[in-house]
């Protein structure tokens, strides 16, 4: 289980690493993606699997689709679709999928060797868990949402204006 732990953590570092790092936003957000599994596989090895599905639902579904939008509305015009095609060879997308395969396999070995939580004392349920985030952490909760509706706000409101070249010869 600790082999499983670190390995899983190995990638979500290394995944993250390359978030912070990547030039391109898409790229950006495949590493995103891997980081995110990482980190609910790594809550279903300590023994939360509450945790670890809202981790996939919350972030890699809702928030991704949120940034997804914000890089469609970022996306100014031809000039970018010219910068993006090599986004989409597929030699981009092989150190994501790698990563990804995995976790996959390491969740696959967790699921069927081990039973969730192994060497935890107690397995955190649904019940914890929303009682923990509408009870002593709804201001976390609360500002975090805040900060990405704000982000939102900001990319829609001052992206067309900084990178639009038509715009700067003006």
């Known amino acids: ?51 670890a599905m809202l981790v996939i639902i919350i972030n890699a579904g809702a928030i991704m689709v949120l940034f997804v939008f914000a ?21 981009q997308w092989v150190f994501p999928v790698f990563l990804a395969l995995i976790l996959i396999g390491e969740f696959v070995f967790t699921f069927f060797q081990h039973s969730p939580g192994v060497g935890v004392r107690e397995i955190v349920d649904a019940k914890r868990v929303g009682i923990a985030l509408f009870g002593p952490y709804v201001l976390g909760v609360e500002m975090a949402s805040l900060l990405l509706l704000a982000g939102l706000l900001g990319a829609y409101h001052l992206g067309p204006y900084a990178i639009n070249p038509r715009e700067a010869k003006k």
């Open 1 to 51: 289980m600790n082999t499983t732990f670190y390995v899983t953590a190995a990638v979500g570092i290394l995944s993250t690493l390359f978030v912070i790092t990547s030039l391109n936003a898409v790229h950006a957000l495949l590493f995103f993606i891997v980081s995110l599994l990482a980190t609910s596989l790594i809550f279903y090895i300590l023994g939360a699997p509450f945790a």
């Open 71 to 91: 890089i469609m509305i970022l996306n100014l015009g031809p000039h970018m679709t010219e910068y993006e095609k090599p986004s989409f060879q597929p030699r």
